[in-house]
């Protein structure tokens, strides 16, 4: 007796859903690389930053030290 489960249309089909899980799989595992990596690239950018608004920060004190200093 021939049961569902034999049926090629059902192998068929369990077939295209262990591809399409395995397609989606790659695009979840790429996708998440691809975002790790911008988030590591960014590191450097955000430091860069942090650097040039510390210049401005010290170079407004070091202009608020001199106008205090010439204060009466």
């Given amino acids: 007796m021939k049961t569902i489960q ?3 249309a059902v192998t068929s089909a369990s077939q295209d859903e262990t591809i399409a899980q395995k397609l989606a799989l790659f695009v979840f595992v790429f996708g998440m690389l691809i975002l790790t990596t911008s988030f590591l ?4 950018t955000t430091r860069g930053l942090g ?3 510390q210049k401005v920060g010290n170079t407004i004190e070091r202009g608020a030290d001199r106008v205090q200093a010439n204060m009466p």
């Avoid at 690239?41 to 450097?44: P, R």
């Fill in 6 to 8: 034999d049926s090629p």
């Fill in 41 to 44: 690239s960014s590191c450097n």
């Fill in 51 to 53: 650097r040039d608004v």
